[in-house]
């Protein structure tokens, strides 16, 4: 873990209301934790926890379960919709040119071979083309937003 991001993570604890927090990154746990008068008294970096066994409460669960039940509702599992993903880091745009119309919308039938979009990573400008052909259902992305590499992009109903 970067020493300059454990320093940020002690300023954010430090000048906000959370009186505690931990993060974990491979075997490496960090936690930070301050008294009420905002310095930090505790941080720790112990490499080998054991998990504790703790209960959820009652209603932390129910809230869990009905956001499961809501995300189920919005996003239908079919066989037939294939994720257009990502083949590198960069920054995702819909259309060529910040003036012209997106490459494709909601709706739009493409056939494989199809540009979809443009992933931008340093300065060069890669189309994306649908590998399957069928029914655009979803774009999972903003444009002009950061995206991951293996990230999905689209949702496209396969013919």
Do not use: W
Not at 129 to 139: L, T
């Amino acid at each position: 873990m970067d020493l300059n991001l454990l320093r940020r993570l002690i300023k954010l604890v430090e000048k906000s209301e959370i009186t505690e927090f931990s993060v974990q990154e491979g075997d490496l746990k960090v936690k930070i934790s301050k008294n009420g008068s905002g310095s930090v008294v505790n941080f720790t970096a112990p490499t080998n926890v054991a998990p504790q066994n703790t209960q959820i409460p009652q209603a932390v669960q129910q809230t869990q379960e009905s956001s499961v039940k809501e995300e189920s509702k919005e996003e239908p599992k079919s066989e037939n919709l294939h994720e257009v993903r990502s083949p590198i880091v960069g920054t995702f745009y819909r259309a060529p040119a910040p003036d012209a119309d997106p490459y494709v919308q909601v709706g739009d039938h493409v056939s494989e071979g199809t540009v979809l979009c443009i992933v931008e990573a340093m300065k060069l400008m890669n189309e994306i083309e649908s590998d399957v052909s069928g029914k655009i259902v979803k774009i999972l992305v903003e444009n002009a937003t950061p995206v991951e590499y293996n990230q999905p992009l689209f949702l496209i109903e396969k013919d």
